[in-house]
């Protein structure tokens, strides 16, 4: 039963908001590109699985928490996305949402940065967004990462995030940085 009720939220969370826009690269209408198309079968690097890394089969992963368990860890790329150059090597990198689950209540929303290599896409990094959050659409301007979304405010209750945000990311180095966010991410005590 938790196995349906995480998969459904995780369906629900892929479709909540519009479409994402895209890079120049990649224009609103255009058929989609063949990196975006490619990482439906990626690995992803994910704290939810063990091993840290979790193979996509038609852009989802799915298993037992532990065996013979009726609970599943779930990681599935969601249809928000864009692509250009963030990191300044002249060459498109696509930008990604997945959401993660390891079998509780949370769903784990991360952005990910991936580079084509030879037509396999290979995660250079990612930062998680946040718990439950709904990922509206992700840009990239300049290299700079726009991801704009709904998070959790002081009264919000988990399942249902209602305060607009927007955050900015940066490559630098190996990792991705915030540079802005309005309104800041709530922290609780």
């Known amino acids: 039963m938790r196995k349906v009720v995480l998969g459904a939220m995780l369906f629900l969370l892929a479709g909540c908001g519009r479409k994402a826009e895209s890079a120049p690269e990649a224009a609103a209408g255009d058929a989609m590109p063949s990196q975006v198309v490619a990482l439906s079968s990626a690995e992803v690097k994910t704290d939810v699985v ?13 298993a037992p928490t532990a065996p013979g368990s009726a609970d599943s860890i779930i990681v599935r790329l969601l249809d928000k996305w864009a692509v250009g150059d963030v990191n300044g090597d002249g060459k498109p990198e696509t930008a990604v949402i997945f959401g993660a689950s390891s079998g509780g209540t949370g769903i784990f929303i991360d952005l990910a940065i991936f580079a084509d290599e030879d037509g396999t896409p290979r995660q250079l990094m990612s930062t998680r967004l946040g718990d439950r959050v709904r990922v509206i659409a992700v840009h990239i301007t300049n290299g700079l990462i726009t991801v704009e979304l709904d998070q959790h405010s002081q009264v919000d209750p988990m399942c249902c995030p209602a305060e607009r945000a927007i955050r900015e990311f940066r490559v630098e180095g190996d990792s991705l940085t915030m540079v802005s966010a309005t309104p800041p991410p709530f922290v609780a005590p």
């Not at 063990?50 to 799915?62: H, K, Q, T």
């Open 50 to 62: 063990p091993g840290g890394v979790a193979r996509l089969s038609n852009g989802e992963y799915m």
